[in-house]
């Protein structure tokens, strides 16, 4: 069955120190990639794609992305987080034929000072 | 800001009750796509108009419909409401029908008692 997997739920980090959260996803081709950011009672607003080519992916707020086809994975990351990268990060993925997203059960972000 | 609004942001609905949330899309955005987020899990797919015609659905009953107008601006709405549906709406424009970038509206907060 076709699925987004994020396996940590919530994940504490002080500010400064870097942050990678991970998601796997399970389809039968290469999708495509989406990294999502939604703040507490807001929408969501992307980060980062992957589509193809250059399978490390840069995006907005100092994040990045790399996609690795043989671990079916699509981590992000971030060298040093910011008080204001606390929220809730989604995975998700799209296959090239269809039309909707399918997003990953998300990923809490604390920011401790 | 996405460009997208969603109204009204807020809303609380008895059981058995109808409800209609509006989207305005991002200008020259041609699909619109909306998501249920129940409280603590990720958007899930509810249908996609593209044209103002419906263009996929997820897995949700029929009382769930929409409607897409000559302006793009789009309506969900819901008949005969069940608790279970207390979530956040979200409602993403496309430029194009396919796999581009979705633009996420702020949501509406359903509440049903």
């Known amino acids: 069955a076709q699925s987004v997997t994020q396996p940590d739920i919530h994940i504490t980090v002080s500010e400064g120190a870097s942050l990678e959260l991970r998601c796997n996803y399970s389809y039968g081709a290469t999708p495509y990639l989406f990294w999502y950011v939604q703040s507490p009672g807001q929408g969501l607003q992307l980060l980062l794609k992957?589509?193809?080519?250059?399978?490390l992916v840069q995006g907005i707020k100092g994040f990045e992305a790399e996609f690795k086809r043989s671990q079916s994975s699509f981590n992000l990351r971030k060298p040093s987080v910011h008080w204001s990268d606390a929220a809730e990060y989604f995975c998700?993925?799209?296959?090239?034929?269809?039309?909707?997203?399918?997003f990953g059960a998300g990923t809490t972000v604390t920011v401790r000072a | 800001e996405t460009g997208v609004t969603q109204s009204p942001t807020h809303l609380i609905k008895t059981r058995g009750q109808q409800v209609t949330l509006r989207c305005s899309s991002q200008?020259?955005?041609?699909?619109v796509s909306w998501y249920q987020q129940a409280l603590g899990q990720g958007p899930q797919f509810i249908f996609q108009?593209?044209?103002?015609?419906?263009?996929g659905r997820g897995n949700f009953p029929p009382r769930f419909s929409g409607l897409q107008f000559p302006n793009y601006s789009s309506e969900l709405n819901v008949n005969a409401l069940e608790l279970d549906d207390s979530a956040l709406y979200l409602c993403?424009?496309?430029?194009?029908?396919?796999?581009?970038?979705?633009?996420f509206g702020q949501g509406t907060r359903l509440t049903v008692v």
């Open positions: 998700a993925v799209a296959l090239s034929n269809d039309y909707k997203l399918s």
């Open positions: 992957y589509f193809s080519g250059d399978t």
């Open positions: 108009y593209y044209r103002e015609e419906e263009n």
């Open positions: 993403a424009s496309s430029e194009r029908l396919g796999n581009t970038e979705a633009f």
């Open positions: 200008s020259g955005h041609n699909t």
